[in-house]
């Protein structure tokens, strides 16, 4: 597969401050990938690495192939849609789309084509008249990016491109944001800190944590394989828990959690002490007592119209639920029995 963008071992210094260090990574050509994180993690840094609005202090970068380490971001084949649109209040919509094809060579007539080429891709046909002020948020949005299509960039870069939507907002324009970037095969690198939106686009995620990578993959390994807690915490929520592994048997690991006995991948951890992340999800109550059954007592219960949200009190300590089957509702202060399911546990290794 061929490479789109390239990090190697860069870094960026604000004085003292490495905002990334020595990271490196590679972008497949027509892949969306996300860089996800906290505040402070160096993931739009990044993006504006890429972008040529920053320049590495050390470490190179390319683009389709191309060294683009030193080039401004005027020299690079690359648009940005940012956080704020950044449309010109005073153009219209149809005058913000072609803004960018304006100081290309091409004609007039070319550039309208394809800024209404554009406009039609964004489901905005018809609203090239009317200014910014008279669209909505998610109408904006798409205005904005447009005007990066219409340039046809070998990168398409997002900057935290829903935060000033709503809920139900974001969630279409993020679907209409995947849709459009896999019908045009557009190499895309997204940036937010929202794990949810980054599962529900990404082909890859790369997480970041204090200025490096802390792991990359396809979603469903950063969520069903966390190399550690923080990995773990941020991809969804997790307990973590002591238990031991009792024995290796191939590539599994027979660990007791609390006097239950599961087997799990054993990711290269020798037997003794461990902590295991546990999804909400994967915790099950039940009413009966059963042998191989821990015991344990509802603290708090939170109704969230999908699911119930507990949580509990037992021998391995205080335990974060999400209960998606919702029969019966149980009391604060009830007594029940937890289970583990099979999916949604993983050994972190002691970092």
Not at 95 to 118: D, F, H, I, W
Not at 164 to 189: F, S, Y
Not at 251 to 260: N, R
Request: aromatic share 6%; hydrophobic share 40%.
């Amino acid at each position: 597969m061929e490479t789109a963008v390239e990090f190697k071992h860069v870094t960026k210094a604000f004085g003292e401050v490495q905002a990334v260090r020595e990271i490196s990574f590679t972008i497949e050509r027509g892949k969306l990938v996300t860089l996800l994180g906290p505040s402070g993690c160096g993931k739009t840094t990044t993006l504006r690495l890429i972008a040529g609005l920053e320049m590495v202090t050390e470490g190179k970068v390319f683009i389709g192939g191309k060294e683009v380490t030193r080039l401004s971001a005027s020299d690079r084949d690359v648009s940005m849609v940012f956080q704020s649109y950044a449309l010109f209040p005073h153009m219209t919509v149809m005058q913000n789309v072609s803004y960018g094809l304006t100081m290309s060579r091409l004609s007039k007539k070319e550039v309208s084509e394809k800024a209404l080429e554009g406009l039609d891709l964004v489901g905005l046909t018809g609203y090239g008249g009317r200014l910014p002020s008279e669209l909505s948020g998610g109408q904006q949005q798409r205005v904005a990016v447009a005007r990066a299509l219409v340039l046809e960039p070998e990168v398409l870069l997002f900057d935290e491109p829903l935060s000033n939507l709503d809920a139900k907002l974001r969630r279409r324009v993020r679907e209409e944001i995947r849709e459009l970037q896999q019908k045009l095969g557009l190499t895309t690198v997204y940036v937010t800190h929202d794990q949810e939106e980054a599962l529900a686009v990404s082909d890859r995620i790369i997480v970041m944590n204090e200025a490096v990578i802390a792991q990359e993959g396809t979603p469903h390994q950063l969520y069903e394989d966390p190399v550690n807690l923080f990995v773990s915490n941020f991809i969804g929520d997790a307990n973590l828990v002591k238990a031991e592994i009792l024995r290796i048997d191939g590539d599994e690991a027979e660990v007791d959690i609390g006097g239950i006995k599961l087997k799990l991948p054993h990711r290269g951890i020798s037997p003794g002490k461990v902590s295991v992340a546990i999804r909400p999800q994967s915790i099950s109550l039940n009413g009966a007592a059963k042998k191989g059954k821990i015991s344990a007592t509802i603290l708090k219960a939170s109704y969230l119209g999908e699911h119930v949200e507990y949580s509990v009190e037992c021998s391995l300590g205080e335990l974060f639920v999400v209960d998606n089957q919702m029969e019966t509702q149980i009391d604060p202060g009830s007594s029940v029995f937890i289970d583990f399911r099979t999916r949604g546990l993983c050994l972190i290794p002691e970092s």
